[in-house]
């Protein structure tokens, strides 16, 4: 049973950057498609970025092209997220998911069996 547990979420101001990251236990990261999602209050939960378990693939939502970066580390089981030149509609909560990669498609919009508890951004 993988746990997600994601860090470095924040308050930061317009055009500023974090790192979040996200840190596997009880299983392996390399055998699982990795994305992070974002959830604005009011709004519904939004696909980011996502990584193939390789690491050779990755993905992004439209409107995070070019500003966001994801990238893994399988060897410390950590998947990063890095947020540049933030703007106010990119405030709200970060979550990574997980899902073993066989048989499953690795991109925004599958449906993801690990979710971690999230992480704050705020961007004022």
């Known amino acids: 049973h993988v746990q997600l547990v994601e860090s470095g979420g924040g308050s930061v101001e317009a055009g500023g950057s974090l790192t979040l990251s996200c840190v596997a236990s009880?299983?392996?990261?390399?055998?699982?498609?990795m994305t992070w999602f974002r959830q604005a209050a009011g709004k519904e939960r939004e696909g980011v970025a996502t990584i193939s378990s390789s690491g050779r693939s990755r993905y992004y939502g439209d409107s995070v092209k070019g500003r966001f970066s994801i990238s893994r580390d399988n060897e410390k089981n950590t998947v990063t997220l890095r947020v540049d030149n933030l703007q106010l509609d990119d405030t709200a909560t970060y979550y990574c998911?997980?899902?073993?990669?066989?048989?499953?498609?690795?991109?925004?919009?599958?449906?993801?069996?690990?979710w971690g508890q999230g992480t704050q951004v705020t961007v004022s």
């Open positions: 998911a997980a899902h073993l990669s066989v048989a499953f498609k690795c991109d925004l919009g599958s449906q993801y069996h690990y």
């Open positions: 009880g299983g392996t990261l390399r055998d699982y498609c």
